[in-house]
């Protein structure tokens, strides 16, 4: 073998990397996932028990946001890879739900639960008129105008005694004495109203805290009802 030969083979190792790094560098890589979401249903799901009959004045009521998506997993060429459908519930925290009798109209707030109290009795529904009250309708609209609607019947039984509550709950106090307040707490018991009777003692005790003889012929008043 000539010295060139010689030379030529002692230069290889050099001439190999100089080629490796001339030439183009490939990476691997892993193949590019996309997620398309298309919407199928949107709705507003109010739920207020299983009975849609009021027969006291308060129910507790939970409204819900539903969506039902189809997703899709492609890959970088657009292939389809996965294919299913995603439901998703989210309470409706915090955002307006309204209450319809006829011309009527309040508007209550969800809590971040999504969930509010009804209660007939409560000052914002003084103006309604319990003796025609038939249905009462419970609403609520998304931004987008999806809007859910629930009827709640109210029956005669019901509506009797939230007429003769009013009178009993929000009548002047001052123009009473001792032995009517009493009786208009235990005539809110006795129309299976303990909740609002309750609150109706406890405020005429406040009210007599200043005048303990007041207060004590109230309280003698009230008979077994005293103390609860």
């Known amino acids: 073998m000539t010295r060139r030969w010689?030379?030529?083979?002692?230069?290889?190792?050099a001439i190999l990397l100089a080629a490796g790094c001339a030439g183009p560098t490939q990476q691997s890589s892993a193949p590019e996932i996309r997620i398309e979401r298309e919407l199928l249903n949107h709705a507003v799901h109010i739920d207020a028990g299983e009975s849609m009959v009021?027969?006291?004045?308060?129910?507790?009521?939970?409204?819900?946001?539903?969506?039902?998506?189809s997703v899709k997993e492609l890959d970088a060429h657009g292939h389809v890879i996965d294919q299913h459908d995603s439901y998703q519930s989210l309470p409706w925290a915090a955002?307006?739900?309204?209450?319809?009798?006829?011309?009527?109209?309040?508007?209550?707030h969800t809590d971040v639960e999504g969930s509010v109290r009804l209660n007939l009795l409560a000052e914002e529904f003084l103006e309604l008129d319990f003796e025609q009250l038939r249905v009462v309708q419970i609403a609520a609209q998304s931004s987008n105008g999806t809007r859910g609607e629930l009827n709640l019947l109210v029956s005669r039984?019901?509506?009797?005694?939230?007429?003769?509550?009013?009178?009993?709950?929000?009548?002047?106090?001052?123009?009473?004495?001792?032995?009517?307040?009493?009786?208009?707490?235990?005539?809110?018991?006795?129309?299976?109203?303990?909740?609002?009777?309750?609150?109706?003692?406890?405020?005429?005790i406040l009210l007599t805290?200043?005048?303990?003889?007041?207060?004590g012929d109230f309280i003698q008043a009230l008979g077994p009802l005293g103390g609860r």
């Open 157 to 204: 039984e019901l509506r009797a005694r939230l007429q003769e509550a009013v009178g009993l709950i929000y009548e002047d106090l001052e123009d009473d004495d001792v032995n009517r307040w009493a009786y208009r707490v235990q005539r809110l018991a006795e129309l299976g109203l303990d909740e609002e009777s309750n609150q109706l003692e406890n405020m005429l």
């Open 6 to 13: 010689l030379d030529i083979l002692a230069l290889w190792p």
């Open 209 to 215: 805290t200043g005048d303990p003889e007041l207060q």
């Open 54 to 69: 009021l027969s006291t004045p308060q129910r507790m009521l939970r409204i819900s946001e539903q969506s039902l998506y």
């Open 95 to 108: 955002r307006p739900v309204e209450v319809i009798a006829g011309d009527f109209v309040a508007t209550l």
